[in-house]
């Protein structure tokens, strides 16, 4: 498999990549195996401190509250174990020895989707996270365009800084400009289904060639729905088949993945579209046919959400 636990080649838009043998790690798990030299990013409490966040591991207190407590290492992805703590009672209860806290941040959530070769960031896609509570997302959106320069340029010098004679896709993450999370994979490009992009990106894993050139702009609109842990989740093939076909990119989710999703709930579908009232009108009309429904406290923050 060319990607290894998450293959891109089973879209229809990308039947035809010429990939042969290149093996592109897609997931943490394969990056982990794949980068050894590279993957001290993934040591969550390193992390913070070399980007001279406020953390420390169990035993260790913070001077101030709130606190986000999380694993040292996840390679499942989306904020599994994260939690805020508001007070030394409560970090006594939930800092286990594999968890380690780290500053609260407030502010805009993006991500930073890279195309790398030996340490120099060659493209770059940026993804603005609406955020709703305890690790779950509204929706994502391409703000590349709209991004500063001086937030670009930290996340190129801090790749040259860190990942020297690193060759391939990189992902990190940031609220109000302060680096959280770093990724030895891509983030959410391959959802554009750009085949010409991911040519590209498989010829970068191969020989490290870089030919891409944008041609034109477009805003990219990320949906996401998440659900209780205990939620069932039944939709009618034939609404499906349907999100499928008005879609750029559509996903359901896996029903028993509670090791990928944070606390509160588990993602249970995600779509992609270049406009965003259609996403908006895709997700509600799931939403609203999903049996049993949804509750409330799910569904009413989403963006555009209307009840039948």
């Known amino acids: 498999m060319p990607a290894p636990n998450y293959d891109f080649t089973k879209f229809e838009a990308y039947k035809n990549l010429n990939i042969d043998d290149v093996i ?15 993957r001290w990013v993934y040591d969550k409490l390193l992390l913070a401190d070399v980007n001279d966040i406020p953390c420390g591991p169990y035993g260790v207190y913070p001077t101030k509250y709130p606190v986000i407590v999380k694993p040292i290492v996840n390679l499942m992805g989306g904020g599994y174990g994260i939690r805020k703590v508001d007070n030394e009672k409560d970090l006594e209860r939930w800092l286990l020895p594999e968890l380690f806290w780290m500053n609260h941040f407030k502010g805009e959530h993006l991500s930073y989707d890279c195309v790398v070769k030996d340490g120099r960031v060659l493209y770059m896609e940026i993804f ?3 955020v709703l509570r305890d690790g779950m997302f509204d929706f994502w959106e391409t703000v590349t365009h709209e991004v500063g ?7 190129v010098n801090w790749t040259e800084a860190n990942l020297s004679g690193y060759t391939g896709c990189s992902c990190y993450e940031t609220i109000n400009d ?8 891509m983030g959410d ?8 992009l ?6 970068l894993y191969r020989d490290g060639s870089w030919e891409y050139q944008e041609k034109e702009y477009r805003k990219y609109y990320l949906f996401a729905t998440f659900a209780p842990y205990t939620q ?5 093939k034939r609404l ?5 076909k008005d879609c750029v990119f559509f996903q359901l989710d896996s029903s028993d993945g509670e090791l990928a999703n944070p606390p509160a709930g588990k993602r249970i579908f995600a779509l992609g579209t270049w406009d965003q009232d259609v996403g908006v009108r895709i997700r509600n009309k799931l939403i609203n046919n999903i049996n049993p429904p949804i509750p409330d406290e799910y569904v009413l923050p989403l963006y555009g959400y209307k009840s039948d």
């Open 149 to 155: 320069s001086a937030q670009i340029n930290n996340i």
């Open 24 to 38: 592109i790690p897609t997931t943490d798990d394969a990056a982990w195996e794949y980068f050894c030299e590279h």
């Open 198 to 203: 991911m040519q590209s990106i498989v010829n």
């Open 178 to 185: 302060n680096m959280i999370e770093a990724h030895l994979r």
């Open 189 to 196: 490009m391959d959802r554009f289904m750009n085949p010409t």
């Open 240 to 244: 499906l088949d349907q999100a499928e």
């Open 128 to 130: 603005k996270g609406h």
């Open 232 to 236: 069932e989740v039944n939709i009618s």
